[in-house]
């Protein structure tokens, strides 16, 4: 059974750092990709980075780009999310989400939509008081 474990979450003042760790169990073979995702109250799920295992790529949503970094051993099955200078915007869940082949969406090789994935995590608080 392929279970997700994310965490990390906490309180923390405007200005600093979290780092949010997600272990991934139960498949045999390598996943496609892995990201980080987060929904803030009476807000949708939004994405926010994602890294491709066959290439290495890394993608970031453009609100956390040069701020949070995303990281991880596809050996392990893991990813990490090193977040920097936090910002009260940031306050939200975070979700990991592990996906097990490309998705394609208008014909172009997608990443950042929820479909894009197969299994989420349950989720980790992260709130930044300013």
């Known amino acids: 059974q392929v279970q997700l474990v994310d965490s990390g979450g906490g309180l923390v003042q405007a200005g600093g750092s979290l780092r949010l760790s997600c272990a991934a169990s139960g498949r045999t073979v390598s996943w496609y990709a892995m990201g980080w995702f987060r929904q803030a109250p009476e807000k949708e799920r939004e994405f926010v980075a994602a890294?491709?295992?066959?290439?290495?790529?890394?993608y970031y949503a453009e609100s956390v780009k040069g701020r949070f970094t995303i990281s991880g051993d596809n050996a392990k099955n893991k990813v990490y999310l090193q977040m920097n200078s936090l910002e009260p915007g940031d306050t939200a869940v975070y979700y990991c989400?592990?996906?097990?082949?490309?998705?394609?969406?208008?014909?172009?090789?997608?990443?950042?939509?929820?479909?894009?994935?197969?299994?989420w995590g349950q989720g980790t608080q992260v709130t930044v008081s300013s």
């Open positions: 989400a592990a996906g097990t082949g490309p998705r394609y969406y208008r014909g172009v090789l997608s990443y950042l939509r929820k479909d894009d994935y197969d299994y």
């Open positions: 890294i491709r295992w066959s290439t290495g790529n890394l």
